[in-house]
């Protein structure tokens, strides 16, 4: 016989959308359960951990979870710019620290977390809606049965997919990364290295995490190239290429490996007892593929929206749906002019990348960081797509000119 738990919600995974979701919901004296496959929370690290400060001081973040950043480089092979703002504005996290915090919070507030959990199906009811999951841990088989399913088990969506809504994503980066200790670093200064030697569609990256540590990575689209994250990062740091070589002597500390969708916001985050949240709904800003801020935001959406249901008695797909309006509102008409972006991004030559970087020259710091976190309405950045004297910075902004119509 399995063993079998009663809850009102079963959130499955515990990175931060699933971490937040059930941080509100018990908040909101709903009983949850959050489980997680792994030994302990974010005990395998597959992100680079880039976000900024605004935000995650918003979430109670605080300052010794990250290392704070106040330039931003860019280099491609002919040309360099780096943009520097008065104030730290992104933070690069430290990965684990934050990750656990966020757990601890949700355990705080009364949710129960069960770690070397591993959920393999969903369970219906007679009408086909999911009523629970079944998971095995190192003692058996477990079903937790719950009235809410919250799927925040990242890339792989496993709740949905194995309720037939999602198959796998078409579309997305998948990224190699060592931290290491390194000789030379600047900790206020990340790089970005565009161009073909680093990544032939996307990018690699310096992300210092501290006094003398880096993340030092390589990010690879899915289907459009077919490189090999992790030989390619072998490769530059091998060959010391562009400003790798300011390291000086590297020591690898620790390797990550992560996949993160990039098909837009196509899918469907609804349905009856069941919400998908973060990387499960493809909550991210492609234009770096970051999305630990807008998981860490609907992941608290999503408990809020189920907790008023469960408060309500009606679960059903119409009461869940304030969640899909509430993110849809707020990102989806960035997301789109950021992946037409991503888009001119992914076709353009070496050349053509060292005259983009003149563009993003022209750029103020808060225009340059609204941009990179496709925040298009915030600055004055629209008025560049009409007024600048260059074509080149016009067409550039002309993509995301149209946003919020
Ligand atoms: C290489 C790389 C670099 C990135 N860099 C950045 C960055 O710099 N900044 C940024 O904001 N974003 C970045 N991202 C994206 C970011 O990591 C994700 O958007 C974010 O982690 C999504 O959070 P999540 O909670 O939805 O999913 P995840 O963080 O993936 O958490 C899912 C959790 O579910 C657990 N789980 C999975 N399957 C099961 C199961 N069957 N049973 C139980 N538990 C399960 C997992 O162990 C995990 O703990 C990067 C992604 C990659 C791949």
Known sequence: MSKEFHYDIIVVG?????????????????????????????????????????????????????????????????????ISGGKPQAAVLDVRK????????????????????????????EKGDIIGVSA?????????????????SGFGSVVSKSMGFVTQWKRFGAGAEYEVKAENVDSETWWLMVGEKYSPAGYAWIFPTGKDTVRIGVGV????????????????????EGPISKLGKITPIEFHYGLIPND????????????LVGDSAGQANPLVLEG??????????????????IKSKKTDESSLIPYEDNWRKEIESKIKSAGKVQNRWIGLS????????DIIKELKSEEFLDFIKADFGLSNMLKLATHHPRLAVRQLFGLVKDIGK
């Open 14 to 82: 515990a990175g931060p959308a699933g971490s937040s979701a059930a941080f509100i919901a018990a908040k909101n004296g709903i009983k949850v359960a959050l489980l997680e496959k792994e030994s302990s929370v974010a005990e395998t690290v597959r992100t680079s951990g880039v976000t900024w400060i605004q935000n995650i001081k918003e979430y109670g973040i605080p300052d010794d979870c990250f290392n704070p950043i106040k330039n931003y480089s860019f280099c491609s092979p002919n040309n360099e710019v780096t």
């Open 98 to 125: 934050t990750y656990r915090l966020l757990a601890k919070q949700a355990e705080d507030a009364g949710a129960d977390i069960f770690v070397k959990t591993n959920v393999k199906d969903s369970i219906k009811n």
């Open 136 to 152: 095995n841990n190192p003692e058996g088989d477990i079903l937790f049965f719950g009235k809410v399913i919250i799927d925040a």
């Open 221 to 240: 689209g899915k289907p459009e190239s077919s490189v090999d994250p992790t030989e390619r990062l072998k490769e530059l740091m091998e060959s010391k």
């Open 264 to 275: 837009g916001l196509s899918r469907k985050t609804v349905y009856n007892n069941l919400i």
């Open 292 to 309: 630990i801020r807008y998981a860490i935001k609907f992941g608290r959406v999503a408990g809020s929206v189920a907790s008023q249901a």
């Open 350 to 357: 070496d050349e053509q990348w060292d005259k983009e970087l």
